[in-house]
């Protein structure tokens, strides 16, 4: 054989190779969804030399990964780990160990008891020497937050200890009644350590100092205490007994005070009083807060439902003021049988809430409480929150004299129609408890400056950023005067526009960093007229999209003498990245990383450049990438779904086409793997508002909720389509026709498509909108349509029971986008409404409702059924019992999956139908049968 046979023969077995590699890849399955893995809790140790990540199954054993940062490929593997953190002090990680759920499982299969049941433990990885250590039974674990290296360990409590059987005199010894179990606290190297018996609750200070821990109750022997340890002596010194329940256990920031709240009512009493206490770590002395105290609120008492916060500096601590109990002569009759109690809502015009949204929020209000302060100094108690101070707004770090309150009382009543309702807003003296209103009607949430030299919002109905300055009470337009917008430019609903936000102040409060679409503004409040363009115009120009990431988790303020790197995404080809500049405005952003990914989460270390971050595309699972700030090599550090690899893929293509109005828009072209446009395939078409923007978003094969899987459908050789959609008010049928067709018309004039079987699918909004198309055109061969609005007078007066409100605010201001009332425009609201033209559907449709539907009337898709039925069209309604707007329960969604493949198989591939639909699930086969078998 000479040579050029032989490259020849060889070429033709690489060919050949490759082809029957190709061929060995296989289609996802339903069966795929639980081994499915995602990342989570990734994090890096403060000194950035160590690193580690959470990886779960959909469904089964997680595991954490931990390893050095310059070592990715040397990692520690901790089986079934989860709820992992790195000590202070960078030397150890500590986390719990589930049980195996196959255990578990065959466990609740043999019906045993919850405490016999299999349990957490615990492990601790010394990170430098690879040493592993863990612990059985674990309840929970703690550590300081900011220094030391100390680890607390709460139990489970312990099985009863078993009568010897060669000891027929010996009885098995009775466990006393307490809900408290042993705690063991302990230095992470093992060296020192304490255990304590039948302990409730315990927490560390933050500096690693001291730890608080309370003793339960014992055969109701009245003996329960809180105590603390000091870790550096080993003294427990008591610091309360005799109470029955101790709660809000809180340590000053620096150790100097441990604040509580205790009561001595038994656990059964209705009205229990509480008192709070706070205690001097060094004095070893106690006062007593209660609700005669002198500057508590008239009739309040003190709530354990409110926070306790200290100041940074230690001087004040803040607590939260309930109003007494009232006592109802009715509630308290014992003379009448619960049998005989009304039980009855009353709808009163005049309510501020309407009666779903108060039983909604009724727990809620029962636990209502009211600011107050403790100048610790002197003793002194000043009520700061009232009914009308409803919400003081404490910084996540106290530091200042004053706080915001804010109301929306005056404006409540209108909230079912009218969801921008404004609040008036005041500045709040802790010294003295006096309030100054400084907003009335603010259309905005005001918050202060780091320094508390302004207050600022977002002037809705103005479209404007605004601080109003607290010396001078005076208001500042900050963004009026600039020559770009601050309002949301893609805004299309009938509400007041929103805003692209802002990143805070500076340090010294000279200026605030707020968004416009495209770029970062630094604007001086004393001459927002010369405000700088830090970005100087480079966004709007290429239309990238600039943001400040925040590098400190714990920031409080910007520092402009630190780096500022910004994340960057084109609008136009979605590729994102990350750029640098500076805090003048002086130079134009530098880039650092850019490509035709997505990129999020970036993590940095607290003490080093180090950095993580997420980078995916649609084929590329969102893996954990290490870099620093330079971003100039990035190392893949997790491999998820090594599996996908064998599995027929796909890709995704980014559509350009119009509206028939000449809109531009785009679309996401979603193409099974190997596509050939010669060949033809069936298409599926999804939507829900505008998707373009998550071109490189990596998409899971799971169960579907609501909606169709991706993945399942194009790596089973379905072309899937998900366009972007542009509203007109008070037209959003005929919108999404406009916006809709003519991208379905671009992706068939492209080629590849099946144009007799395509369908088209849509979940709530996108529900509506299938409902919708279907009564105006019969180019879809089949349809889903889950919780979908059909008519739009009935739903327009029902309630979304989920938050109690009224359905109203949807069609007068958001998404539904009818602009007015029923009655001012009644021909929209009928126009809109697809049930009136049910009789033009030439479509099967399979709806989904379910009757514990939160946001959108179960009626309504009893209505769109049964208008179809009446007019003898095929059409399917599955209602899932007890299950919300979407799946909640997962045995749920891989049924509706099986059922929405198999729907679609049948219209658009003409496989069998499944019994199901062919012989429908009478009443008395629920349960025990789910016909999914193919008819003949």
């Known amino acids: 054989m000479n040579k050029i046979n032989s490259f020849l023969l060889a070429l033709i077995l690489v060919f ?35 690193v580690g990540y959470q990886i779960s199954p959909q469904d089964g054993d997680s595991h954490l990964e931990i390893f050095p940062y310059k070592s990715p490929s040397t990692k520690a593997l ?172 809180s340590f000053s920031p620096q150790s100097k005070h441990l604040a509580f709240i205790a009561t001595d009512d038994s656990l059964k009493a209705k009205k229990p009083v509480h008192a709070l206490h706070l205690y001097s770590v060094s004095a070893s002395s106690i006062s007593s807060i209660e609700k005669s105290t002198a500057g508590i609120m008239s009739g309040g008492r003190i709530s354990p439902d409110g926070n306790i916060r200290f100041s940074e500096d230690e001087t004040r601590l803040f607590f939260g003021v309930a109003k007494d109990y009232v006592d109802y002569a009715y509630a308290n009759d014992t003379t009448i049988l619960d049998e005989e109690r009304v039980s009855l ?45 409803e919400n003081v707004s404490l910084e996540n770090k106290i530091t200042k004299d004053v706080a915001l309150a804010s109301t929306d009382s005056p404006y409540r009543r209108a909230y079912s129609w009218d969801i921008q309702i404004g609040r008036d807003v005041y500045l709040v003296d802790f010294k003295t408890g006096n309030s100054t209103l400084i907003a009335e009607n603010a259309s905005g949430f005001a918050r202060l400056s780091s320094e508390a030299k302004y207050a600022y919002w977002y002037d809705s109905r103005d479209s404007s950023w605004v601080a109003y300055e607290l010396a001078s009470k005076a208001k500042i337009n900050l963004t009026k005067a600039l020559p770009v917008p601050f309002f949301e430019e893609l805004h299309d609903s009938p509400s007041l526009p929103g805003n692209y936000g802002s990143e805070g102040w500076l340090s010294d409060d000279s200026a605030i960093l707020i968004y416009d679409r495209f770029d970062i503004w630094k604007i001086d409040p004393k001459n927002p007229g010369a405000a700088v363009n830090l970005t ?71 003490e080093s450049a180090q950095i993580l971050v997420r980078r995916s595309t649609y084929k590329e699972n969102p893996d954990v990438y290490l870099t620093d700030l330079t971003f100039k090599n990035l190392t893949k550090a997790s491999n998820l779904n090594p599996q996908q690899a064998n599995v027929k893929w796909g890709s995704v293509e980014l559509i350009s086409y119009l509206a028939n109005d000449g809109t531009p828009l785009q679309g996401l072209l979603f193409k099974p793997e190997g596509f050939d446009p010669t060949k033809k395939y069936p298409m599926m078409v999804y939507f829900y508002e505008r998707n373009s923007d998550t071109f490189h978003n990596y998409r899971a094969p799971a169960p579907s909720r609501s909606t169709i899987n991706i993945p399942y459908f ?58 919708h198309l279907i009564t105006r055109t019969n180019l879809f061969k089949a349809a889903g349509a889950g919780a979908p609005v059909v008519n739009m007078t009935s739903a327009y007066g029902g309630i979304r029971w989920g938050t109690g409100m009224s359905r109203m605010f949807q069609y007068e201001q958001t998404q539904s986008r009818i602009g007015g009332t029923l009655w001012e425009k009644p021909l929209y609201y009928l126009e809109n409404s697809p049930l009136f033209t049910m009789d033009r559907v030439e479509t099967p449709v399979l709806i989904m409702h379910n009757d514990a539907d939160g946001s959108v009337p179960w009626y309504q898709g009893i209505e769109m059924f049964m208008a179809l039925k009446r007019l003898d069209k095929p059409a399917w309604l599955l209602q899932y019992n007890g299950e919300d707007h979407n799946l909640v329960q997962r045995k749920n969604a891989k049924d509706l999956s099986v059922r929405l493949s198999q729907f679609f198989d049948h219209y658009l591939k003409g496989a069998p139908a499944p019994l199901w639909m062919t012989e429908g699930l009478p009443a008395v086969e629920k349960g025990k049968t789910l016909k999914y078998e193919l008819s003949n």
Request: with cysteine.
């Open 78 to 249: 901790i089986p079934r780990g989860l709820g992992f953190s790195f000590t202070a002090d960078d030397a150890f990680a500590v986390g719990k160990i589930a049980p195996q759920k196959d255990s578990v499982k065959v466990m609740k299969l043999k019906k045993k008891k919850a405490d016999d049941m299999p349990k957490d433990s615990l492990f601790i990885l010394q990170l430098a020497s690879g040493k592993l250590e863990k612990l059985p039974r674990v309840k929970s674990f703690a550590l300081p937050s900011e220094k030391g290296s100390w680890i607390a360990v709460h139990f489970e409590k312990e099985l009863p200890t078993k009568a010897d059987p060669a000891d027929s005199t010996k009885k098995a010894e009775k466990p006393k009644k307490t809900d408290g179990t042993k705690l063991l606290v302990r230095s992470l190297d093992g060296a020192k350590s304490w255990e304590f018996e039948r302990v409730k609750n315990f927490g560390f200070a933050q500096n690693g100092d001291f730890l608080h821990y309370t003793l339960a109750e014992e055969d109701t022997l009245d003996n329960a205490a809180i105590y603390i340890l000091n870790l550096s002596t080993g003294e427990s010194k008591l610091v309360h007994e005799k109470m029955t329940t101790y709660s809000n256990v």
């Open 16 to 50: 050949a190779s490759q082809n029957l590699f190709a061929q060995q890849k296989r289609s996802l399955t339903h069966a795929d969804y639980d081994g499915w893995e995602s990342l989570s809790s990734e994090k890096i140790t403060k000194n950035g030399q160590y």
């Open 536 to 606: 100087r115009g480079e966004g709007r120009k290429s239309q990238m999209v600039f943001r400040r990431e925040r590098l400190r988790f714990d920031e409080t303020s910007i520092d402009p003498k630190e780096a500022l790197i910004l994340s960057a995404f084109n609008e136009n080809n979605k590729n994102s990245g990350f750029f640098t500049t500076t805090f003048d405005g002086k130079v134009a952003p530098k880039q650092l990383l850019m490509s035709a990914h997505r990129y999020a989460g970036l993590t940095k270390a607290k």
């Open 345 to 389: 809502d009353i709808w009163g015009w005049q309510d501020a809430e309407i009666q779903p949204m108060q039983l909604v929020n009724r727990n809620t209000a029962e636990k209502k409480t009211y600011l107050s302060v403790l100048e610790i100094g002197s003793g002194e108690v000043i009520q700061l929150g009232s009914e009308i101070l």
């Open 714 to 771: 194009v790596s089973n050789d379905y072309l899937v389509f998900v366009p972007d959609i542009k509203y007109d008010l008070g037209l959003p049928g005929p919108s999404a026709y406009n916006c809709i067709i003519p991208g379905v018309q671009a992706v068939i004039a492209k080629g590849g498509v099946d144009v007799a079987n395509m369908a088209i699918q849509g979940q709530s909004w996108g529900g509506y909108q299938v409902a």
